[in-house]
Structure formats: C-alpha cells, structure tokens
C-alpha cells in the first residue's frame, strides 16, 4: 500500500471530522498563509504604483531605521511592561477563576455564575473605553466625583501616566478573565473523580483536594497556554490602547501596534511598518522556541 493511498484512506475514513475542521483549515490559509507573501514588503522601498515585482529592494534598511529610531526604546519598554504586567496580573485570573467556578456544586448557579463572567467577552472595546471615561473622567466622572466628595480632591486617572497601565490591566481582566476560563475548565472537567474519592478517604481538605490533583491535573493546559501566550509578547493589542492613549501619557502609551498604525496607516510608510510587524514576529516565534525547549526539558510539557 503506497503512502497516497493510505492518506486517501484515512481521508474517506475520517470524511466528516475534515469536513468539520475545513472552515478553520481555509481560515488559516486565506488569512495567515497567503499574506505572508507580503512580508517581502518589509525588504522594499514599496510603491503601491509599482507593485511587489517593481517596487526597488532596499534590503535591511527599514529594520536598522526601526533601531537606530529615537522611539525604540520608549516603543520596546512601553511594549515589554504592559505584556509583563499582563502575564503576572491577567493570566493567573482566568485560573483562579475556573478554580472558584469549578467548586461550585448548585449546577444553576453554576450557569449563572458562568454567563455573568462570560459576557464582558462581547463588549466591544469601544464601549469599554466610553464606560472608562464616564466613570474616570476628572471632570464629570462618577468616581471623582465621589472622591471630591469625600477627600476633596480627584485624581486625573485618564492623563496621569502613572495610571495608564493600571487601568488597562483593569480593564483586560474585566473582559477577558471570564472568558478564558473555558479552557480550564474543560481541563477540569476530564480530572479523574475517583482521584477526589481517594482523598477524601484520606481525609484531605478542598484545599489539599485542589493544591494536590485540582491544579497539577490542569498544569500542562496551563503551561501550553503559558507558551502560546509568550509567543505574543510584543503584540499589545492596537484597540484597546489607541482608545485609552492621548498625547499626555504617550510616554507610558506608545506601543509597537499604535505605532504602526501611526507610520504605516496615516503616514504610508508600508514598507517600515511591515518590517516592524516582522520585527514582532520573529521574536514572537524566537519566544516559544525558547519557552517550548525549557519547558520540554524540566516539565516534559511542549507544544511540539
């Protein structure tokens, strides 16, 4: 039996499984594969007029531009803390999140529960960001109003570069914690119950149940979405912080997806933009290989 013919027999095997993953297999192909042909923009003096075929190389010029730019630094640091502060202060929530939920016994409370915490999902940023201003606003803004009353002062939390991280990662967590808790909780779901029995035999507490089988039965989803989420650090997300950004706090704001915007979109230097999305990339996939070799090595836990 040839190699072809045992692929065709799998295929008409398992006909409806790849029937049911086409969708998700086109999606990757039109939207990631294909625009990768336009990374070689990145090495080009691109002209709209010219083309890819007749727009001049101009080799690595646009990547020693991006290094050798005042703002790299700012852009670098800007971008490096607010992804650091998302994975100490965001990615544990979800956890502890699906942790509590999974305690829950009433099962209607449970969907209440669940519901509630999924919904800020479908928020739009938009909304988000307007419901930030009205509450935050020094001038009209619900909270200071509320300090004024009680200290007679208000703090500007919309101007104050201090404040800026804060309240993205406020915001971030009241977003997206509820949902993300679904993956661990589908993780949950497949612990072995009779692991649970055991210990009560053993007369072990909820709290020795969850720090003993509860959490080491989850660790690999959490080290693989750990790894996933390495890959990117440098991608901060362009809504959220174009809306929270304003020319007083740029200082703390600017991020590398704000500042492509800002050359690339308004400016139409197509060709410098994409070599700083490029730039993100490789170090995005640098980041994983790096992370899936440590954590293979010590926790025999990898993507691949």
């Not at 990662?169 to 055991?198: M, R």
């Amino acid at each position: 039996m040839t190699a072809t013919t045992s692929i065709w027999k799998r295929l008409k095997k398992d006909k409806w499984l790849y029937i049911l993953a086409l969708p998700g297999i086109l999606y990757f192909i039109i939207f990631r594969y294909i625009p990768m042909f336009g990374i070689v923009v990145a090495f080009q003096d691109f002209n709209p007029f010219l083309g890819f075929w007749k727009s001049p190389w101009v080799g690595f010029e646009h990547f020693k531009t991006l290094f050798t730019d005042p703002d790299f630094p700012m852009l670098f640091r800007n971008t490096l803390l607010i992804s650091f502060y998302n994975l100490l202060f965001y990615f544990p929530v979800p956890i502890i999140l699906a942790l509590l939920i999974n305690e829950v016994r009433n099962q209607v409370y449970k969907r209440i529960v669940q519901t509630c915490v999924y919904v800020p999902h479908f928020v739009s940023m938009v909304v988000i960001a307007s419901i930030t201003y009205v509450l935050l606003s020094s001038e009209t803004g619900v909270i200071n109003n509320i300090l004024y009353s009680l200290t007679g002062k208000k703090i500007e939390f919309l101007t104050d570069p201090r404040w800026f991280r804060p309240l993205i990662i406020i915001q971030s967590i009241w977003k997206e914690a509820g949902w993300g808790t679904i993956i661990f909780l589908a993780a949950l779901s497949n612990v072995d119950p009779t692991l649970y029995e055991a210990a009560i035999v053993d007369g072990a507490t909820r709290w020795q149940q969850t720090w003993h089988i509860t959490i080491p039965s989850i660790m690999s989803t959490v080290i693989i979405l750990f790894i996933l989420r390495l890959g990117h650090l440098l991608d901060t997300g362009f809504e959220q912080i174009f809306l929270m950004k304003n020319p007083i706090n740029r200082s703390v704001a600017e991020v590398f997806d704000t500042y492509v915007y800002q050359v690339g979109v308004t400016q139409g230097a197509y060709s410098y933009s994409t070599a700083v999305g490029l730039f993100k990339s490789v170090v995005g996939l640098i980041l994983i290989q790096v992370s899936n070799y440590l954590s293979k090595k010590f926790t025999e836990t990898s993507l691949f």
